[in-house]
């Protein structure tokens, strides 16, 4: 593990206990790492921003992500960064970057992604295809709390097609699972 990941697991695990909270933040961790390649950013940085995007939430349910601002200062990252982190908050002015437009686009479509996976017989990504996700989308009693258009109008503002977002999202967390990095907290 990288020094950068390293530290941005420490914070997370200092603000952070919910083992839900925990999965969700890494798998966000992972579409951002993902994307940042695919988009040719740090993607050391692209997975940190992913891995604390919702450090204050656990603390500050009905105020986040109000409260990212103290707790990353503390800890050294600046102000691009803490912005970054800042952006996701559904009323937001400025134009995103495509980083923070990925972040929203990657939000709840991963956990959507990994509850499609979780019913499946094995329990696993690795035969998901993406045709069961889009079945899922329509299927208003599965994962009944999730948006659709929330997912589909993310993806559509990062740029990507929604089934190439949703094939490249099963394909970079079902080879993240087998990483030692997600052995800790395992997301399935
Ligand atoms: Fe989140």
Redesign the pocket.
Known sequence: MTETRQKAWTLLRKHVTSEVLLK??LA?EIAMRAYGEKFGGDVEYWGSVGLL??VD?EKFPHDHPHHAREILSAEGYDDAFITNVES?SRVWEPERSQLQKTLLAV??MTGFIIACALVRPDRSLDTLEVKSVMKKMKDKAFARAVNRDTLTAGAADMGVEFSEHVAFLIQALAVAVKHPDYQEVPLL
């Open positions: 969700h933040s966000v995007h919702d939430f996701h939000d709840e």
